[in-house]
């Protein structure tokens, strides 16, 4: 994890300088490190395993695995390294939990497991969780380095992670507006809660005139008319404090192409297909769609114009491909050096771009 600021390639002539020097000795892999990594990993992988099966989400465990393994690390005089490897094993139990809960269950509703118990399942999911995550670790060994130094991809969580640890590094004075940070945005998010202000806000409107648009298909005084017009919903964005956090993170250009493809499905492509299908639009849409506009307008967006971020999805697929295939013909030598022997510097083993 890198972490710097801006996201460097290796094309680009300002050279990459970690935080924590190459040169510099600093422990990092530790039995404390690993154990408060492997307690953080149970604790946090269980508490999302019961979120996700309760509510179908789960939430990102790196911050509170940063938080802790700094507050930890301080009050046992820990570094930086070890920090970074305690939040790094924490927060896989995110992943790992997220894995389980999303697809074991699919095995037990579609009764190819009679039951949970150990003699039907357990057995069996524990062996697909730990192959599935020995996959999962060789697959980041091949794309990690590429797709870290792509200025593409910020990866905002890591870039946050990081920003938490060398804010503890800093000393109160840098720690005070993290806890800043936190404070607003909790007073933002309850002033929402109690309603001094709308966190939210649907808008309806109508598209064209129900019964009274019409559509002429073909050139003037063709008589093959269809009728058309609706109503649909737009929605304003919504005002959260981890919106604005995540948008600062990934910055202008990544929050804009976000906020345009918003624009682009509820701005043009559902009011679009509302005009043109309207009093036809029920029976494009799925036989339990309530009867009234705001539930169709839904139903539209979820089974029409959001499978066509399907092809975005390919695109990304292609994409990562050919990050692959950079990866597999990477100078490994020249990114993952041998320990520097020269006589004149101190044994280094580090990656230039690591931490």
Not at 89 to 111: D, Q
Not at 161 to 185: C, D, M, P, T
Not at 242 to 268: E, H, M, N, P
Not at 325 to 346: G, Q, V
Request: with cysteine; aromatic share 10%; glycine share 10%.
């Amino acid at each position: 994890m890198s972490v710097q600021g801006p996201l460097n390639t290796r094309d680009n002539p300002k050279k990459f300088k970690p935080y924590v020097p190459e040169q510099m000795e600093m422990r990092e892999f530790t039995l404390r490190a690993v154990l408060l990594g492997l307690l953080l990993t149970v604790v946090l992988g269980a508490a999302n395993a019961y979120l996700g099966l309760r509510a179908g989400i789960t939430i990102a465990a790196t911050y509170p695995a940063a938080v802790i393994a700094m507050a930890a690390m301080r009050a046992w005089k820990g570094s930086l390294l070890e920090e970074n490897i305690a939040r790094t094993a924490g927060s896989i139990g995110e992943g790992i939990a997220a894995g389980a809960i999303f697809t074991i269950p699919a095995f037990l509703i579609a009764k190819a497991w009679p039951s949970f118990r150990p003699g039907d399942a357990y057995w069996k999911s524990t062996a697909l969780i730990m192959v599935g995550s020995v996959l999962g670790v060789l697959f980041i060994s091949l794309v990690r380095r590429v797709m870290v130094e792509d200025p593409e991809l910020p990866f905002p969580e890591s870039v946050a992670a990081s920003e938490i640890h060398k804010a503890g590094q800093r000393g109160a004075e840098a720690a005070k507006y993290l806890f800043w940070n936190i404070g607003v945005g909790g007073v933002v998010y309850m002033l929402g809660r109690f309603g001094l202000f709308a966190a939210d806000k649907d808008f309806h409107f109508a598209i064209g005139h129900l019964g009274r648009s019409q559509v002429r298909l073909g050139a003037a005084g063709n008589t093959n008319i269809l009728t058309a017009g609706g109503a649909s919903t737009f929605a304003a964005p919504s005002v959260s404090p981890a919106y604005l956090g995540v948008g600062y993170i990934i910055g202008l250009r990544l929050a804009s192409i976000q906020f345009a493809g918003g624009v682009l499905a509820w701005g043009l492509l559902v009011p679009l297909l509302i005009f043109f299908l309207g009093p036809q639009l029920k029976q494009y849409l799925p036989s339990d769609t309530p009867d009234n506009w705001a539930a169709m307008s839904v139903a539209v967006w979820r089974f029409i114009v959001r499978p066509i971020a399907v092809g975005e999805c390919w695109w990304v697929r292609l994409t990562l491909c050919t990050e692959c295939e950079k990866a597999s013909r990477w100078d490994w030598e020249k990114h993952f050096p041998t320990c520097d022997k020269r006589p004149s510097s101190k044994p280094s083993c580090r990656a230039p771009s690591d931490i």
